[in-house]
């Protein structure tokens, strides 16, 4: 059974940083792109940041750009979201998210595209 389990969510003040992180079981993902998505309460889920199977390529969404960074350690089946000067707005759920296929996918942003997904963490700014 394939699981991805988040953690490293929080509650914590506009300026701090929260790690989080995605550990993979069930099968390797490797060879896979990786994701990261958000729901804020009574907002859609949107998506964040994306990672290639090798990390070369990285993608983000531009209301976190130069503050967030996605990293993964393949040997590990691990991914990462490292977030700095966090803002309110960044109050969310956050979901980790595999996709199957090994091909990288031109829109990458759109969760259709990820076929597997975490139960998500909580992450809390306040102001």
């Known amino acids: 059974q394939v699981q991805l389990v988040e953690s490293g969510g929080g509650l914590v003040q506009a300026g701090d940083s929260l790690r989080l992180s995605c550990a993979a079981s069930?099968?390797?993902?490797?060879?896979?792109?990786m994701g990261w998505f958000r729901q804020a309460p009574g907002k859609e889920r949107e998506f964040v940041a994306a990672?290639?199977?090798?990390?070369?390529?990285?993608y983000y969404t531009d209301s976190v750009k130069g503050r967030f960074t996605i990293s993964r350690d393949n040997a590990k089946n691990t991914a990462y979201l490292q977030m700095n000067s966090l803002k309110p707005e960044d109050t969310a759920v956050y979901y980790c998210?595999?996709?199957?296929?090994?091909?990288?996918?031109?829109?990458?942003?759109?969760?259709?595209?990820?076929?597997?997904w975490g139960q998500g963490t909580q992450v809390a700014v306040s102001s």
């Open positions: 990672i290639a199977w090798n990390g070369g390529s990285t």
């Open positions: 069930g099968r390797t993902f490797s060879r896979n792109t």
């Open positions: 998210a595999a996709r199957a296929r090994r091909s990288f996918p031109s829109n990458y942003y759109s969760d259709f595209n990820y076929d597997y």
